[in-house]
T-cell receptor, first 111, second 116 residues
């Protein structure tokens, strides 16, 4: 099945550092979503993007919907230990509930 | 409390023995989906439903069935489970803007299935 290219696969950073991850697709999407998953839990929505070029923030998190509609990025500023987890991007096309997920970025934050 | 519930949370079964994983949401959401999550492959959509009696295949529907007879429930049925269906399964639901609920997907807690 179709998947998004998400990078990096994993990141090991020090507390206080900024983090950046991105997703690219060969298909155009009308919606880009970013989720975080903690061990043993279901994914939790962080940011939803609905317009090309849109830049949206949620606390220390900022995400952008690429102008070509084929990519998106997520930035986390001043990382803290509770940012540890797996981050997934997901894309959805117009008028469907078919959601395509990236393969995830595993984030580790060291004090 | 708004939530998506799944049962069972853990299941070990044998090849060929039919099973059903239930999913229920209390948010009056129109859309419901099933995903499986496997290491290195992320989440892959199995089936989705945009309303009662309306279901569509996702990316990996083979070996699965679903039904949507009521708005709140969306069971996942494995008629003849095989070992390659060993996975972590998530149900999700989402509403529409008009409903006034969160537009994007709420995920359930997951069901870990092992088929031997």
């Amino acid at each position: 099945g179709q998947q998004l290219n998400q990078s990096p696969q994993s990141m090991f950073i020090q507390e206080g550092e900024d983090v950046s991850m991105n997703c690219t697709s060969s298909s155009i999407f009308n919606t880009w979503l970013w989720y975080k998953q903690d061990p043993g839990e279901g994914p939790v929505l962080l940011i939803a993007l609905y317009k090309a070029g849109e830049l949206t923030s949620n606390g220390r998190l900022t995400a952008q919907f690429g102008i070509t509609r084929k990519d998106s990025f997520l930035n986390i500023s001043a990382s803290i230990p509770s940012d540890v987890g797996i981050y997934f991007c997901a894309g959805r096309s117009y008028n469907t509930d078919k959601l395509i997920f990236g393969t995830g970025t595993r984030l580790q934050v060291f004090p | 409390e708004a939530q998506v519930t799944q049962n069972p949370r853990y299941l070990i079964t044998v090849t060929g023995k039919k099973l059903t994983v239930t999913c229920s949401q209390n948010m009056n959401h129109e859309y419901m989906s099933w995903y499986r999550q496997d290491p290195g492959l992320g989440l892959r959509q199995i089936y989705y439903s945009m309303n009662v009696e309306v279901t569509d295949k996702g990316d990996v529907p083979e070996g699965y069935k679903v039904s949507r007879k009521e708005k709140r429930n969306f069971p996942l049925i494995l008629e003849s489970p095989s070992p390659n269906q060993t996975s972590l399964y998530f149900c999700a639901s989402r509403g529409t803007i008009q409903a006034g609920t969160t537009y994007e997907q709420y995920f359930g807690p997951g069901t870990r299935l092992t088929v031997t």
